[in-house]
Nanobody, 126 residues
Framework: QVQLVESGGGLVHTGVSLSLSCVLT????????MGWFRQAPGKERECVAA????????YYADSMKGRFTISRDNAKSTVYLQMSSLKPEDTAVYYC???????????????????WGQGTQVTVSS
């Protein structure tokens, strides 16, 4: 079965950069479309970014465009989220997610995904 383990969260100040990583084990990583979601207290879980199996196609939520970059290394079974110019409103638990999918597929909705990591806290102080 698929297991996802995130790492890289922490407490940072406004304007700095932070990188998250997520390793998938148990299945062939390159068969999975991947995504990063986040959930702030009292808010719904939202898609931050998503990436296709090969990494050729990506999606970003509007508020993340130009600040966040999703990428993947299929040889390392790892998906990354590089976050820059962080703001206090980026404070949330960030979740890695995966779904076996056809090539080129990018999935944006919570219900699209069947596998979730435990989450990693990102806190941005002003």
């Amino acid at each position: 079965q698929v297991q996802l383990v995130e790492s890289g969260g922490g407490l940072v100040h406004t304007g700095v950069s932070l990188s998250l990583s997520c390793v998938l084990t148990g299945r062939t990583f390159s068969n999975y479309a991947m995504g990063w979601f986040r959930q702030a207290p009292g808010k719904e879980r939202e898609c931050v970014a998503a990436i296709s199996r090969s990494g050729a196609t990506t999606y970003y939520a509007d508020s993340m465009k130009g600040r966040f970059t999703i990428s993947r290394d299929n040889a390392k079974s790892t998906v990354y989220l590089q976050m820059s110019s962080l703001k206090p409103e980026d404070t949330a638990v960030y979740y890695c997610t995966a779904r076996a999918a056809f090539p080129g597929t990018v999935l944006r909705r919570v219900d699209d995904y069947t596998n979730w990591g435990q989450g990693t806290q990102v806190t941005v102080s002003s």
